[in-house]
C-alpha cells in the first residue's frame, strides 16, 4: 500500500541526527523529497561545507551568505555541534565573520582548511600568501573540545594558545601560519601527541623555527617530519611512547657542533620513554651522530621497533646498548639480500644477554646460510629470549615451505632452552613451529587466573594437569564456581571440607570475588561456615543454591533450613546477591551498602523483607519467588505480609513458578509494594492473595501475567466486594504508567473486573501489549476507552478460529479515532470475511493511524487482495508485514 516512507516517520531529532554524518550539501538535498523534509536541514547540530564543490555558485558569494545566513538565524539556540568547512582558493570577505558566529553557537568539534591564495607583489618582484586569520572567540570558547586548522592565520589573542586549553590532550601543527613572519618557538604544556607533517615533500623553509616542548605530563609524542631547525624538550618525566621519523636536519656533509649539542640535549630529554619506534632515516641519522657523540641509555626502555637499512645492520649492537633494559625488538631490515656482512656474534649488548624476550624480524630474508645472520645472532646469545617471531614478508610460501625453515632454523645455535619459533601467518594468527613451552602458559599469572575465573571452578582444577606450571594455579583464581554434586559423594564430608579449606587457605589475603556454590540434597554440618569465610574474603557477586530435602516425623514432612551465615547481612562489598531455597535469620542489623541486585527464590524467610530492604540502600533491582508452604510461616502471622518498600529500588518482578502447582498456598501472604523511584515492575504469577502499591509515581513499564487470585484453573468472584476494592486500589495505583504488557489470564480477570467494577483511566499510556482470547475481542474497545492517548498497540489473539461469530466492534475509544498511530497484530487470521473483522475494525476508525502491522503468522498468500479491499479511513497508512 501507498503511503509515506518509513524513515519520514521518525521524530525530528533522529532525522537531524542521521542528517549529521552527511555533508551540508547533501543534506540540503532531501528538501526535495517532501515537505516534511523542508527544513530538516536547518536543524543539523552540524555542518559540513566544501566551498569547492559546493552547488553555491562560485563567484556569487552573496549567495553564500544568504545561504549560511539561513541555516544560522533558523534555530540561533541551537547549538553547532560539529563544524568542518573546507574554504575555496581565493579569499571572501566577511566569512570568518560567519564562523565566529558559528563558533558562539557552541561548537565543540571545528575543522577548518582556510584558503591558499597568493597575491603577485610586483613592486618587489615576490608573491605573498593570503592569509585568513580565525575569528578572535575562537581562543576563549568554553565549548570546543577538538580542533583542527589547516593553512590558517592565529593572531595574538593576549593570550597564550595552548596555555588557555588545561584540558588540551593532542595538538596538531600544520601549516598553520602566525601574525608574525618570524616565529621562534612554540611552548607547548600538554598530555598526549604532538605531530608534524609535510603533505608535498620536503622544502626548505626560509624561516628558522625552534620547537620547544616542555610538558610534564606528555605521554605519546610523534615527529613525523623534518620541520623545525631545532627541537628542546624539558620536563617529559611521563614519556611512555616516542615515534622519530625525524633526521634533525642533518644534511650528508653538514656537521657542527652545535647540531650535536641540539641531538644531545633531545635524546637525554626522552631518555625515560618506555617504548621507542624509529624509522631508516632516524636511525641513520643516530648512526652519524655516534660517530662524535655519545647515545644516552634508555633505562626504561622495554620495546623497540628499528628499521635498519642492512648496511647499518652493524650499528645494531651499539644501539642495544645503550637499551640495558630491552624486552621486545621489532627489527625491520631493509635490503636484506646485503646483510651477510657486518653483523658478527661477538659483540653482545646487556640486554641481549639478561632481558630480551622476544624478537620479531620484517621483511623477507633468505634463507641461505650466510643470510639468516641476524636470526643466528639472536638465537645464540639470547639467554632468556621467549620467542623468535617471523613476519609474513620474511619468507615466500611459494618458495620456501615452513618445514625447510623449521630444518634451517633448526640447525642454528640456541642459548635459550625455551625459546619458540613463530611464524605469524599471512591473513593474521601465528603458527608454532619450534617447540617448547605453550603459549598460553607464558601468560602472567593474574591474566591466567582472570581467564580461569570464568570456568567452573571443577574444570580449573583439571588444568593442574596440564604441567607444573598449572599445578596451583587454580588456587588463585578470584572466583569459586562449586558444584557439590560433582565431588566425591562420600558417607562423611572430609574430602569436600579438605578441598574448600585448600582452597580458602592458599591466599587468604586475595579477594574472592565472585562465589557461586550448588549445596548437595542434604545439609552438611560447617558448609555455611566456609560460605561465610567466603563472604568475609570480599566476595562482590553470591549464587547460593542451597538443598531442598525434607525430613519426615509422624507422617508430617518439615523443610531442612539451611541459614546464610551472619557476615552476609554486614557485607560492603557485595554487589549481587541471588539465594535459592536458602535461609535468611534476623540479624539484628543489616548493612550492605553496596547491593544493587538481589534475586531469593523460595527463601525461608526468619527476617522481614522491609528489614533487610531498608539495609540495602543502593538497591536497583529485586527478584521474587515465594515459597508458598513456608512452615514458619504458617506459624507466625508476622510474616503474612512482605513489604516491599524502598527510596532507591528501581526495577521489581515477581518471578514465575519452577513448576506448575494445583493448589492454594497454605499460607496467606499480601505483598505491598511502596517504591517512589520504581520505574519497571513485572509479576509473572499469582503467588500472592493481595497486592498493594503505593507511591508509584516514577512508573515506566508493568508486565502483568496475573489473576489476582492463587489458584491455578480458577478466577475470583466479580462479586466478591473486597476483591474488588483490592483490584481497584491496585489499578489506580499503576495508573500513571506509560507502557503495559499483559497476558491472556490478566486479559480475562480484567473483563472479569469491569463487570462490577471500573477500570481506571490511564492518562499516560501511550504502548499496550496485550493478549486477548477471541471470545473477549468484543471487551477490546472498552478497554481502549481506558487508554485515551494510546498511540501504539501491540494485539495478539488467542484461539482466532473462534472469531467468525458474533463478534461486533461498533464502539469506537477515544485513542482509536484521535492518537492510535500503529497496531500491530500477532498470531495466524485466516482472511475470510467474517475472520477479518479486528484488521478492518482498525483501519475503518483510526483516522491518524499511520502503520497496521502484521506479524509473520498473521497472513497468507491471498493478504494483500483482502486488504486493499477494506475501507481505511487513515489515507496515510501503511500495510507492513514483517
Known amino acids: 500500500m501507498s503511503g509515506l516512507d518509513r524513515i519520514s516517520e521518525f521524530p525530528e531529532s533522529l532525522l537531524t541526527q542521521i542528517l549529521s554524518y552527511l555533508p551540508t550539501n547533501q543534506s540540503v538535498q532531501t528538501t526535495v523529497l517532501s515537505k516534511r523534509w523542508e527544513n530538516v536541514w536547518l536543524s543539523v547540530p552540524c555542518l559540513d561545507f566544501d566551498l569547492h564543490s559546493s552547488v553555491v555558485p562560485y563567484h556569487d558569494n552573496q549567495v553564500l551568505f544568504t545561504f549560511l545566513d539561513n541555516l544560522l538565524n533558523f534555530s540561533p539556540e541551537l547549538s553547532l555541534l560539529k563544524v568542518k568547512v573546507k574554504c575555496r582558493d581565493m579569499m571572501i570577505d566577511g566569512f570568518m565573520e560567519r564562523l565566529g558566529t558559528v563558533i558562539s553557537r557552541g561548537t565543540q568539534h571545528l575543522d577548518v582548511e582556510s584558503s591558499t591564495d597568493y597575491i603577485d607583489d610586483y613592486t618587489n618582484s615576490v608573491t605573498l600568501p593570503c592569509v ?29 594558545l595552548v596555555e588557555g586549553s588545561p584540558h588540551l590532550l593532542r595538538y596538531a601543527s600544520s601549516d598553520v601560519q602566525g601574525k608574525k613572519k ?33 610538558a610534564p605530563g606528555l605521554e605519546h609524542m610523534s615527529l613525523g ?10 620536563n617529559l618525566t611521563c614519556l611512555l611512547v616516542v615515534e622519530l621519523d625525524v633526521k634533525f636536519r642533518v644534511l650528508v656533509n ?17 631518555s625515560s620513554v618506555g617504548h621507542m619506534i624509529i624509522s631508516a632515516k632516524t636511525v641513520q641519522a643516530l648512526v652519524r651522530y655516534s660517530q662524535l657523540g655519545m647515545i644516552p641509555k634508555f633505562n626504561n626502555l622495554s620495546r623497540l621497533q628499528a628499521v635498519f637499512r642492512s648496511k647499518l645492520v652493524q650499528f645494531l649492537p651499539a644501539f642495544l646498548e645503550c637499551c640495558p633494559n630491552l624486552k621486545h625488538l621489532i627489527l625491520k631490515v631493509l635490503h636484506p639480500e646485503e646483510i651477510e656482512e657486518g653483523l658478527e656474534r661477538t659483540d653482545v649488548p646487556q640486554c641481549v644477554s639478561s632481558t630480551l624476550e622476544c624478537v620479531e624480524i620484517q621483511e623477507k630474508l633468505e634463507l641461505e646460510e650466510g643470510k639468516m645472520k641476524a636470526k643466528s645472532y639472536f638465537l645464540g646469545n639470547s ?24 630444518e634451517k632454523v633448526n640447525k642454528l645455535t640456541k642459548r635459550s632452552t625455551r625459546c619458540e619459533f613463530i611464524i605469524r601467518a599471512h591473513g593474521g594468527g601465528f603458527r608454532l613451529v619450534m617447540p617448547g613451552c605453550d603459549m598460553i602458559s607464558e601468560l602472567p599469572d593474574s ?21 607444573k606450571r598449572w599445578k596451583n594455579l587454580w588456587l588463585s583464581v578470584p572466583a569459586l564456581d562449586l558444584n557439590c554434586f560433582l565431588i566425591a559423594y562420600e558417607d562423611d564430608e572430609e574430602v569436600l571440607f579438605t578441598f574448600v579449606e585448600r582452597f580458602l587457605e592458599f591466599s587468604p589475603e586475595s579477594s574472592l570475588l565472585k562465589v557461586k556454590v550448588r549445596c548437595r540434597p542434604r545439609m552438611i554440618d560447617g558448609f555455611m561456615d566456609r560460605v561465610g569465610t567466603m563472604i568475609s574474603r570480599g566476595t562482590q557477586h553470591l549464587d547460593v543454591v542451597s538443598r531442598n530435602c525434607y525430613l519426615e516425623e509422624r507422617g508430617i514432612y518439615y523443610a531442612c533450613v539451611e541459614f546464610m551465615p551472619m557476615n552476609l547481612y554486614t557485607s560492603k562489598t557485595l554487589v549481587y546477591l541471588k539465594l535459592s531455597s536458602s535461609g535468611l535469620m534476623d540479624p539484628g542489623l543489616v548493612f550492605m551498602p553496596c547491593l544493587r541486585f538481589m534475586h531469593l527464590e523460595e527463601v525461608k524467610w526468619r527476617v522481614h523483607l522491609e528489614k533487610l530492604l531498608s539495609g540495602c540502600p543502593v538497591l536497583e533491582e529485586l527478584a521474587l519467588l515465594r515459597d508458598l508452604d513456608d512452615d514458619y510461616a504458617l506459624r507466625n502471622d508476622e510474616f503474612g505480609v512482605m513489604r516491599v518498600r524502598s527510596q532507591s529500588l528501581k526495577r521489581f518482578s515477581v518471578l514465575p513458578l519452577r513448576e506448575v502447582r494445583d493448589y492454594h498456598s497454605r499460607v496467606e501472604c499480601t505483598l505491598e509494594i511502596d517504591a517512589p523511584g520504581l520505574e519497571y515492575m513485572s509479576l509473572g504469577e499469582d503467588q500472592f492473595d493481595s497486592i498493594v502499591v503505593k507511591n508509584l509515581t516514577s512508573m515506566i513499564m508493568v508486565n502483568l501475567d496475573i489473576k489476582f487470585v492463587i489458584n491455578l484453573y480458577g478466577f475470583f468472584d466479580p462479586w466478591d466486594a473486597s476483591k474488588r476494592n483490592e483490584i481497584r486500589g491496585f489499578l489506580n495505583g499503576i495508573s500513571s504508567v506509560r507502557h503495559i504488557i499483559i497476558s491472556e489470564k490478566t486479559v480475562k480477570a480484567l ?39 494510546l498511540k501504539h498497540l501491540v494485539l495478539k489473539v488467542a484461539h482466532s478460529e473462534e472469531m467468525n461469530e458474533g463478534l461486533e466492534l461498533t464502539d469506537v475509544p477515544r485513542c482509536v479515532s484521535t492518537t492510535l498511530e500503529c497496531v500491530e497484530i500477532k498470531d ?11 484488521a478492518s475494525y482498525f483501519l475503518e476508525n483510526s483516522v491518524v493511524l499511520k502503520k497496521l502491522i502484521l506479524s509473520p503468522t498473521a497472513y497468507n498468500q491471498n493478504i494483500y487482495e483482502k486488504v486493499n479491499k477494506l475501507a481505511k479511513r487513515s489515507p496515510v497508512c501503511q500495510i507492513i508485514h514483517e
Open 132 to 160: 585568513e586569520f580565525m575569528p578572535m572567540n575562537l581562543y576563549t570558547s568554553k565549548k570546543l573540545v577538538y580542533l583542527k586548522l589547516t593553512s590558517s592565520g592565529l593572531r595574538d589573542p593576549g593570550a597564550d
Open 182 to 214: 618570524k616565529q621562534e618557538h612554540f611552548g607547548i604544556n600538554l598530555e598526549i601527541y604532538i605531530i608534524a607533517f609535510v603533505k608535498n615533500g620536503y622544502v626548505r623553509s626560509r624561516v628558522k623555527c625552534t620547537l620547544k616542548i616542555d
Open 225 to 234: 617530519d623534518d620541520q623545525i631547525c631545532r627541537i628542546v624538550v624539558k
Open 254 to 270: 653538514t656537521w657542527n657542533v652545535s647540531k650535536i649539542n641540539v641531538i644531545r640535549d633531545f635524546l637525554n630529554g626522552i
Open 383 to 406: 639467554a632468556v629470549l621467549k620467542k623468535l617471531i617471523l613476519s609474513p614478508t620474511a619468507y615466500d610460501p611459494r618458495n620456501v615451505a615452513e618445514s625447510e625453515i623449521w
Open 447 to 467: 591474566l591466567l587466573t582472570q581467564i580461569l575465573s570464568y570456568l567452573p571452578t571443577g574444570d580449573s582444577v583439571q588444568t593442574g594437569i596440564l604441567s
Open 751 to 789: 473483563d472479569l473486573y469491569s463487570k462490577g467494577g471500573m477500570i481506571p483511566k490511564f492518562n499516560n499510556l501511550s504502548r499496550l501489549e496485550a493478549v486477548f482470547p477471541s471470545a473477549l475481542l468484543q471487551f477490546l474497545p472498552a478497554f481502549l476507552e481506558c487508554c485515551p492517548n
Open 828 to 838: 495466524k487470521f485466516e482472511w475470510e470475511e467474517g475472520k477479518m473483522k479486528v
